[in-house]
């Protein structure tokens, strides 16, 4: 049976910038939350619109396979004027042998997630980039 691991963190100065409400949406969501520039999502996601001015994105990296004999890392992009507040990581195809991340981190403008080789190929490893304007 095939699983899949998801994890969604807040950098620390996202509790100055975005403030309690989105910290609370953002850490009691199962899944990662979907592409904020689509119109039809942007309207239902409450990471999306938080009031106030402050526009929230949410950036999908591309899956990237986790190899068998490196490890790789995967990355998604703050767009230009938004300001990385949080990020995090999704693995699916995950089989007997769970993959070990060995770092999920903000890196500037970027988010990035660093995991160890697996025995079998499959697996594939997608990073999210939580991004925030005025």
Known sequence: ???????ILLAPLALGVLGAGLGAAAASAAEPAADCARVETAALNPLCNTGGGLRVRVV???????????????????PSRYRLVGGGFRIEGVGAEEPVVRAS??????WRVVVAPVDVAGPTVTAYALCARR
Do not use: N
């Open 105 to 110: 981190y903000p890196d500037d403008v970027d």
């Open 60 to 78: 999908i990296g591309d899956a990237v396979a986790i190899g068998t004999t490196d490890a790789i890392a995967a990355t998604a992009t703050c």
């Open 1 to 7: 049976m095939k699983r899949t691991l998801s994890r």
